[in-house]
């Protein structure tokens, strides 16, 4: 099974400002099947990057994801009021088998 | 627009079975090449997967819980439904189905719907 690490658990960052999340795998991801999730309270988890660094449908293009291998980052340029929420790493790996990472809740400073 | 519904028992005593259904509409679930997931998030904590089934009635089950649950179709009315026996407080969460697109994320979710293990 890969373990996704995120880092860090808490980021306290203000409105404009830059976000810079970062998921580690415990082995390479095959195939950049890394996905980027935004959750928020009482809701369900929204997708927001797949395939590592594609954008899905109807995401601001602040949002994007780099890496490959274990190393995997989701940034969002400048900070709107609306993006602060947790943010979970998803990967698909073989067995079959999904797994998240524990999240990075970013909150407001 | 493809939506998800989850419905079933919100309480649960220990030692007895969950079921939970998940209702699809706007799109059929015998679409090949996805899987139906279900996905599970206990109070205050992270994403749990728990297991997929295609169209064809084929499923998979996160190894940590393959022992206790068992996913079904129902093409007829066009939605799944998970069990899982033998629940204790651990299995307390919101459970949420979801449809994997077939590379290897989940896109469309349902709102989720909470189940609590207790006597």
């Known amino acids: 099974e890969i373990v996704l690490t995120q880092s860090p658990g808490t980021l306290s960052l203000s409105p404009g400002e830059r976000a810079t999340l970062s998921c580690r795998a415990s082995q390479s991801v095959r195939t950049n099947f890394l996905a980027w999730y935004q959750q928020k309270p009482g809701q369900a988890p929204r997708l927001l990057i797949y395939g590592a660094s594609t954008r899905a449908t109807g995401i601001p293009d602040r949002f994007s994801g780099s890496g490959s291998g274990t190393d995997f980052t989701l940034t969002i340029s400048r900070l709107e009021p609306e993006d602060f929420a947790v943010y979970y790493c998803?990967?698909?790996?073989?067995?079959?088998?999904?797994?998240f990472g524990q999240g990075t809740k970013l909150e407001i400073k | 627009q493809l939506q998800l519904q989850e419905s079933g028992s919100g309480l649960v005593k220990p030692s007895q079975t969950l079921s939970l259904s998940c209702a699809v509409s706007g799109g059929s679930i015998s679409s090949a090449g996805r899987s139906w997931n279900w996905i599970r998030q206990p109070p205050g904590k992270g994403l749990e997967w728990i297991g997929y089934?295609?169209?064809?009635?084929?499923?998979y089950y996160n190894p940590s819980l393959k022992s206790r649950v068992t996913i079904s179709i129902d093409r007829s009315k066009n939605q799944f439904s998970l069990k899982v026996n033998s629940v204790t407080a651990a299995d307390t969460a919101v459970y949420y189905c979801?449809?994997?697109?077939?590379?290897?994320?989940?896109?469309?979710w349902g709102q989720g719907t909470l189940v609590a293990v207790s006597s």
């Open positions: 089934i295609y169209h064809s009635g084929s499923a």
């Open positions: 979801a449809r994997e697109e077939g590379r290897g994320f989940f896109d469309y």
């Open positions: 998803q990967q698909y790996g073989s067995s079959p088998m999904y797994t």
